[in-house]
């Protein structure tokens, strides 16, 4: 089965830095456009960021565009984000997902999340 391992959060104050891991398995991992979304409490899901199987293209949401950087190493079947000068606003739960789906509405009736990793940002 599709199985999706995200580590690397914590708790950072802001203007810190984070670098978040998605570890894949039970699929060609290679082959599937990924995308970070984060779901912060009492709030929908929002899509973070996309990368594109194959070449590699890069998306970002316009609140994290210039502070975030997405990456993938398919030899290791991962999904990285690096976060830098991380806001409050960034406080979320963060999930990794097999589509490249860039609509925050589409993640509402989404059923398959993983165990996501926390991202606490706060003074």
């Known amino acids: 089965e599709v199985q999706l391992v995200e580590s690397g959060g914590g708790l950072v104050q802001p203007g810190g830095s984070l670098r978040l891991s998605c570890t894949a398995s039970?699929?060609?991992?290679?082959?599937?456009?990924m995308s970070w979304v984060r779901r912060a409490p009492g709030k929908g899901p929002e899509w973070v960021s996309a990368?594109?199987?194959?070449?590699?293209?890069?998306s970002y949401a316009d609140s994290v565009k210039g502070r975030f950087t997405v990456s993938r190493d398919d030899a290791k079947n991962t999904l990285y984000l690096q976060m830098n000068n991380l806001k409050p606003e960034d406080t979320a739960v963060y999930y990794c997902?097999?589509?490249?789906?860039?609509?925050?509405?589409?993640?509402?009736?989404?059923?398959?999340w993983g165990q996501g990793t926390q991202v606490t940002v706060s003074s």
């Open positions: 990368i594109n199987s194959g070449p590699g293209s890069t």
């Open positions: 997902v097999n589509t490249g789906i860039k609509d925050s509405r589409w993640y509402e009736d989404f059923g398959s």
């Open positions: 039970g699929f060609t991992f290679s082959r599937y456009a």
